[in-house]
């Protein structure tokens, strides 16, 4: 199953793996905070939704919700750190990339 998070940034035309290779970053969940309200069964047909709280040099807050229809079944607050693979420790997101991200702000 494709992790949501990856699924909303290819929308916004960001290739991770290109990243990855080419700028050796990647981001990595630092902290998830989830609320579940209700459970999900066998078959059901499942909405995640994805949108970014905050928007550091180096970090990230996703907010994201699980949805069956109209009813909300979780709801979570991811931290997200762009890390450099080969140092293990935070650096400052492209501007490029921050550009995309932009979009993805609540309001």
Known sequence: MPNARSECLKTLGINQ????NNERTGFVVRACNIEY???AVLEDELVVTCEIKELGAASLVIK???LRGDETLAKL??????LNIDTHRP?????DLNEKL??????
């Open 77 to 82: 607050e991811v931290k997200v750190i762009n």
């Open 17 to 20: 793996n290109e990243i990855l």
């Open 102 to 107: 932009q979009r993805l702000i609540s309001a």
């Open 64 to 66: 994201q919700n699980i």
């Open 91 to 95: 650096t400052r997101i492209k501007a």
């Open 37 to 39: 309200l209700n459970s």
